[in-house]
T-cell receptor, first 113, second 109 residues
Framework: EPEVTQTPSHQVTQMGQEVILRCVPI?????FYWYRQILGQKVEFLVS????????KSEIFDDQFSVERPDGSNFTLKIRSTKLEDSAMYFC???????????FGDGTRLSIL | RKEVEQDPGPFNVPEGATVAFNCTYS??????FFWYRQDCRKEPKLLMS???SGNEDGRFTAQLNRASQYISLLIRDSKLSDSATYLC??????????FGAGTRLFVKA
């Protein structure tokens, strides 16, 4: 069964540094998403991406965040200057339709020191 | 009011029991509804979509009540492997997806 893959599985970074989280969505999917989950808290929507542009973003997704689909397969989330509170699990998801269920990658654990 | 609200539990049930979870959503424009399960420190995995007519998948039954803005999940004949956090999801149309905080289930032998 096709799956969403994310790298790295764990990223440790000093506060203030930039990080790039990578995702390879399922190949025939057109809708891409990033979520975060702070330990012990709920899964929070960050951003959705369709047709090579951001289609919707949450209040969390401020100017420190950006997304990109640099080629036909990768979908990246960049955090420009990380803060301690960015420590969380970041999940990428993809779907073939905006009303259909999304398939999640197994996440990148981001730890900011 | 939270956009998607769930009883956090935990629900502690013996194997073989029937257990039901409820979820309410605040946005009446919500169009798509799902139940996901999440194991500790893992990604959410789709359990089932929720349709207006209600739907069943093996031991799992989902119901949607649009008038009351309420979704339910029923698990029959609980297994040890059903122990997880169950996440209710509502999409208010467009591209945003709202997760509830989850209901924790422990099934014990």
């Amino acid at each position: 069964e096709p799956e969403v893959t994310q790298t790295p599985s764990h990223q440790v970074t000093q506060m203030g540094q930039e990080v790039i989280l990578r995702c390879v969505p399922i190949s025939n999917h057109l809708y891409f998403y990033w979520y975060r989950q702070i330990l012990g808290q709920k899964v929070e929507f960050l951003v959705s991406f369709y047709n090579n542009e951001i289609s919707e973003k949450s209040e969390i997704f401020d100017d420190q965040f950006s997304v990109e689909r640099p080629d036909g397969s990768n979908f990246t989330l960049k955090i420009r200057s990380t803060k301690l509170e960015d420590s969380a699990m970041y999940f990428c998801a993809s779907g073939d339709n905006s009303n259909q269920p999304q398939h999640f990658g197994d996440g990148t654990r981001l730890s900011i020191l | 009011r939270k956009e998607v609200e769930q009883d956090p539990g935990p629900f502690n049930v013996p194997e073989g029991a029937t257990v039901a979870f409820n979820c309410t959503y605040s946005n009446s424009a919500s169009q798509s509804f799902f139940w996901y399960r999440q194991d500790c420190r893992k990604e959410p995995k789709l359990l089932m979509s929720v349709y207006s007519s209600g739907n069943e998948d093996g031991r799992f039954t989902a119901q949607l009540n649009r008038a009351s803005q309420y979704i339910s999940l029923l698990i029959r004949d609980s297994k040890l492997s059903d122990s997880a956090t169950y996440l209710c999801v509502a999409s208010p149309g467009g591209f945003k997806t709202i997760f509830g905080a989850g209901t924790r289930l422990f099934v014990k032998a």
